[in-house]
């Protein structure tokens, strides 16, 4: 099914995501996990792509399990330092998979590295353009509530946006954000733009301090006060920080629900008891 029909139901939608292993070994792990968030009835599954393209072969495969398990699969898919032949090829396994959604994302320039030759991708814009002439595919993109890394004005950051939306984006995802002003923020100034896709809200549960002080590192994002003091509290103590971290995601969530925000991402990771108290927690909420 794709996930535009999902979202323009305009019901309580809520999806997760996970990302595929780096080693052939840890495949059936992974399996595992992604078959146990299955069990949960997300509104879609979405499976990340590895940075350079190393792991697209996992994406796929696990994106087409999901599809066989009957829950709706979104497939990551990069575009930085790719030329257009590669990416065509791509897009015929995601077809030949029974692949309906993706993703359509620049990636990471790897650092030290050059911007990318002229023949290959260097914006998600491109991407969409791409997909959406060679058909069939729901395409969804990224977008940035704080501004992204890259980009010195969050005005400069919603234009190429739009632009990004007119190539054909039915949806964006938001990158995780830890405050809901920031979003609240971001809608409105989404909207006075003329931007009218709709916008899952991306939720991170924060379990681990060391992994959130390396993703703000790596994005540049601030935690707000009441998310700096969990983290400075309970840090060191890895079960209080998870189950913390399970709260804050869960009222974050039930905040934006409540202002009218119809879907939620949540950044699962590969952790299927994570994924299962914070649904659990919204059991009749979502219903
Ligand atoms: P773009 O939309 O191309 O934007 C990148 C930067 O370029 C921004 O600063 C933008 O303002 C600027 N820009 C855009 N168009 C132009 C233009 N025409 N001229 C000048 N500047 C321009 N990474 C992975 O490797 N694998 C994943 O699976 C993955 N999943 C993600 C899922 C979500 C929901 C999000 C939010 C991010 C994900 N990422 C993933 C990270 C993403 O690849 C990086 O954030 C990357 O740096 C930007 O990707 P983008 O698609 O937003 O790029």
Known sequence: ??????????????????????KDSDMESVQ??????????PAFLSVTYGAG??????????????????????AHLTCVSSTKQEIESRLRELRDSGIENILALRGDIPPGQEFPAPQQYHYAYELVRQIRAFGGFCIGAACYPD???????????????RQKVECGCDFLTTQMFFDNDVFYNFMYRVLAKGIHVPVVAGIMPVTSSRMIKRACALSGMMLPPSLKAIVDKFGDRPQAMKQAGIAY??????????????????????????????MRNLSDIVG
């Not at 809520?14 to 780096?22: N, T, Y």
């Not at 501004?147 to 946006?161: A, N, R």
């Not at 009218?260 to 914070?278: R, W």
Request: aromatic share 4%; with cysteine; charged share 25%.
């Open 32 to 41: 595992r996990a992604v078959a146990e968030i299955v069990g949960m009835k």
């Open 147 to 161: 501004g992204h890394v890259e980009c010195e004005h969050k005005e400069d950051d919603i234009d190429y946006l």
């Open 249 to 278: 995601a869960t009222e974050q969530i039930v905040d934006l629900i409540s202002n009218g925000v119809t879907a939620v991402h949540i950044y699962t990771m590969n952790k299927p008891d994570v994924a299962g108290s914070i």
């Open 1 to 22: 099914m794709k996930i535009s029909e999902i979202l323009g139901r305009g019901k309580i939608s809520v999806s997760c995501e996970v990302f595929p292993p780096k």
């Open 53 to 74: 393209g190393g792991t697209s072969r996992h994406t796929i495969r696990i994106a087409s399990d999901v599809q066989h398990m009957g829950v709706p699969a979104l």
